[in-house]
T-cell receptor, first 112, second 112 residues
Framework: DAKTTQPPSMDCAEGRAANLPCNHS???????VYWYRQIHSQGPQYIIH???NNETNEMASLIITEDRKSSTLILPHATLRDTAVYYC?????????????FGTGTRLLVSP | NAGVTQTPKFRVLKTGQSMTLLCAQD?????MYWYRQDPGMGLRLIHY???????AKGEVPDGYNVSRLKKQNFLLGLESAAPSQTSVYFC???????????FGDGTRLSIL
C-alpha cells in the first residue's frame, strides 16, 4: 500500500490561499490521490481526487507533480470554516475492493 | 435527503454489555463501511459490505460483528464491550467501489 506523508499542522490567514502538501513517493501508476477533510466532531467530507492531471472543483484545486510522487491541495480563498484536519489518501484496490487508508492528516487553522 | 444517518449519536456502556450501532443511507449505495477513530489518529476500517447480504473484514475487525440484511442499513454489533472499544465510530457508503465515500456524523461510544 502506498503511504502518504503530510505536515502535522499549518496556519493560513483568512482570504489567503492555503496550500497543503502531500508526499506519496511509492504511489503506483493506477492509484488515485484523494483528499478528504474532517471538521471538528463531524464525519470526513470528500474534497477532490485525481490520477495524473490537475483537477479543480468548487471546493479546491489539486496539483499533482509529473512524477506523481507528491501533490498539493489548494484552497484558493480560505475561510474560517475551512479550519479542519485534511487527509491525503492514496486509494488502494485490493481484490476488487476500494480501501481508503487514513493517516493522521494536516490540521489547518485559518485565522482572521 | 438525509445521506448517511447514524444512531445513536452518543452512548455509554459498561464492560461486558452488548449493543448495536445502526447506519442508514438513502442514496441507494451498494457499498457500506464502518470505521473507528481514536484520539489523534486517522480512521481505521472495521468491516465493510459490497452489497446486501454480504460483509467482509477490514483492518481491525476483532470484537465486532456486522450485518447487511437490507441494502440501506449496515449494523455494527459489539457482543461484549471492552474499554479498548471506546472510540468514535463512523459509517460511510459509496455507489461503487471507485465511488466517493459519504460519511455520517459519527457515534461517540464510551465503555467504562
Amino acid at each position: 500500500d502506498a503511504k502518504t506523508t503530510q505536515p502535522p499542522s499549518m496556519d493560513c490567514a483568512e482570504g489567503r490561499a492555503a496550500n497543503l502538501p502531500c508526499n506519496h513517493s511509492t504511489i503506483s501508476g493506477n492509484e488515485y490521490v484523494y483528499w478528504y477533510r474532517q471538521i471538528h466532531s463531524q464525519g470526513p467530507q470528500y474534497i477532490i481526487h485525481g490520477l495524473k492531471n490537475n483537477e479543480t472543483n468548487e471546493m479546491a484545486s489539486l496539483i499533482i507533480t509529473e512524477d506523481r510522487k507528491s501533490s498539493t491541495l489548494i484552497l484558493p480563498h480560505a475561510t474560517l470554516r475551512d479550519t479542519a484536519v485534511y487527509y491525503c489518501i492514496v486509494r488502494v484496490v485490493n481484490t476488487g475492493f476500494q480501501k481508503l487508508v487514513f493517516g493522521t492528516g494536516t490540521r489547518l487553522l485559518v485565522s482572521p | 435527503n438525509a445521506g448517511v444517518t447514524q444512531t445513536p449519536k452518543f452512548r455509554v456502556l459498561k464492560t461486558g454489555q452488548s449493543m448495536t450501532l445502526l447506519c442508514a443511507q438513502d442514496m441507494n449505495h451498494e457499498y457500506m463501511y464502518w470505521y473507528r477513530q481514536d484520539p489523534g489518529m486517522g480512521l481505521r476500517l472495521i468491516h465493510y459490505s459490497v452489497g446486501e447480504g454480504t460483509t467482509a473484514k477490514g483492518e481491525v475487525p476483532d470484537g465486532y460483528n456486522v450485518s447487511r440484511l437490507k441494502k440501506q442499513n449496515f449494523l455494527l454489533g459489539l457482543e461484549s464491550a471492552a474499554p479498548s472499544q471506546t472510540s468514535v465510530y463512523f459509517c460511510a457508503s459509496s455507489y461503487s467501489r471507485e465511488g466517493t465515500q459519504h460519511f455520517g456524523d459519527g457515534t461517540r461510544l464510551s465503555i467504562l
